[in-house]
């Protein structure tokens, strides 16, 4: 008789646990998650192994700050940075430097890149969750950013667009399929610029759009290679 208080009890227990974690707010780049001595670190090596094919400036050859860095990283993780960094780096022999040579040079990227240190190195277990992010909090991705939106296709005019669009997000942090067919939808109404194949049987359904954004945050649409209906109906 006794064990249905003992399951409510675990119900609420677990319910507050999960109220917990979502409102801790998520670590940045600004709040200083490498050291000076180990970004310091990370240039010794980067005039070793790096600076043959990177200008550590905002120009030059395969510029390394400013503008390409947030085209490639920005709403990304410094985990995903260092995955990206060990896996493909130095381009011809990748993952030929140990992981805390590694560890540095992301160091130095983020300090490259204006972002503050601090107490503490960047470690082991520290970079995954850290997200690159504007420190005005700006969620928008940048121009020419790979992303991916769900919505409503319909036509305006000649032209196709979808509605009630989400945010754009990262392409590669593609939902799993299931999920896009339920997500609640955004507000937006965002063009679909260069559409090559037809899309009329697509017409009215749930789709999800991958392309590269015009414009800071899609504001001129987005230049579409991929559509895929999520589900038949919309919203
Ligand atoms: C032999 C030349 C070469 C060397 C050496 C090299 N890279 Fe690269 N790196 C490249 C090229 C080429 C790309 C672009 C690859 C692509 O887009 O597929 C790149 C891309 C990158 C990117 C992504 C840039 C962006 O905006 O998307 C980072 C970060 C990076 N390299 C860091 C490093 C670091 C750190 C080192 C030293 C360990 C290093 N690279 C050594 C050639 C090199």
Redesign the pocket.
Known sequence: MHSIPVAGLLVAVSASLGAAQTSAPPRTVWDGVYTEAQAARGLM??GQ??????ALAAEGK???VGD??W???SQKTVGE?FE??SA??????PGS?NEA??RD??A??LKSNGFPAGAAELGPNTTAGVQIVPKDGGTALPANALARVVGCLSRSGTDWVVTRATTPERAERAAEGGEDATRPLGTRTMPLKFVVTRLDGLAGSRVAVSGLLIGDGGADGINVTVVSRVAPKCP
């Open positions: 090596a980067f192994s790096c600076a043959g094919c990177h395969a510029p390394l390409s860095f085209k490639s990283f940075l990206y960094v493909n780096m130095p381009n011809g022999t430097l040579t590694y040079l992301v130095l990227l």
